[in-house]
């Protein structure tokens, strides 16, 4: 099967019959999201697995009520930095070199760039900015999920506020983004499933520039090249 005839065969399902995903399936589907690429690297995000019934429960009453969330096997909370900071974003940075086996002050300079952009554009645009890179992983187990012929939902109907105190992420300074139920359809109580899967079409979806068709602007220099930032 192509990645292709995965994500025809995909949809958002709307009903679940409450079969368990299992083990090896969900963490195939885990392993992707890690595996994300993110902005500088810094996987400025997290998965809350959650499978308890009872806490379901109480997630659905915040989701509009939403069947998929109760009726799935496992439940993928998605969540983001509420903004950055020199340390988090150090420890990050050092995990990564001593990773690599390098010294900690190997990435200095490209840290300081990326700290005074994101002190300069504010903390709101710092909790979109990492609320955005979650969007990456979640695609990626989206994607890994149909691989898998594991059916998800993604969900934004939710009081995100509400589901933070609920899962106690302010404390740890963390910030719902996005849920993605992952079970199985249930095909009779689902009025999606049978529908045709609806896309731009293709020549409308991408277009295709060159320099005749963009604005006739300034050359525009970069001050900062962000490779000399980063010291052998
Ligand atoms: C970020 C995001 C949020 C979504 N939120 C919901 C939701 O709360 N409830 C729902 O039933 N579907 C939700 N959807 C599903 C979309 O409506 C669906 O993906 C879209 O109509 C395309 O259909 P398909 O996924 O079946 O191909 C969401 C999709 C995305 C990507």
Redesign the pocket.
């Given at each position: 099967m192509s990645l292709l005839t995965d994500l025809q065969w995909?949809?958002?399902t709307?009903k679940m019959n409450g079969a368990t995903v299992p083990p090896e399936k969900l963490a195939y589907i885990l392993e992707a999201a890690r595996l994300a690429p993110s902005s500088s690297g810094l996987q400025q995000y997290k998965i809350i697995v959650i499978s308890d019934k009872a806490l379901l429960e109480k997630v659905k009453g915040l989701?509009?009520n939403?069947s998929?969330i109760t009726d799935c096997s496992h439940l993928l909370v998605f969540a983001a930095w509420d903004g950055y900071s020199d340390a988090r974003i150090s420890s990050v940075f050092d995990y990564m070199m001593d990773e690599r086996s390098l010294p900690h002050n190997t990435m200095d300079g490209y840290k300081k760039v990326i700290m005074e952009l994101y002190e300069r554009s504010g903390p709101e645009w710092q909790a979109h900015h990492a609320a955005k890179q979650s969007?990456i992983p979640?695609a990626m187990a989206i994607a890994a999920a149909a691989e898998q012929k594991v059916d998800a939902?993604?969900?934004?109907?939710?009081l995100s506020d509400k589901l933070d105190e609920l899962l106690k992420l302010p404390s740890s300074g963390y910030r719902s983004t996005?849920?993605l139920p992952l079970g199985y359809r249930e095909e009779a109580g689902d009025w999606?499933v049978k529908m045709k899967?609806v896309r731009t079409p293709m020549a409308a979806f991408v277009t295709e520039m060159t320099l005749a068709d963009a604005a006739d602007t300034a050359e525009l220099p970069m001050a900062q090249n962000l490779d000399v930032y980063i010291q052998d």
């Open positions: 995909r949809y958002a709307k989701a509009y939403q998929q969007y979640f939902t993604p969900i934004e109907g939710f996005v849920l999606l899967k």
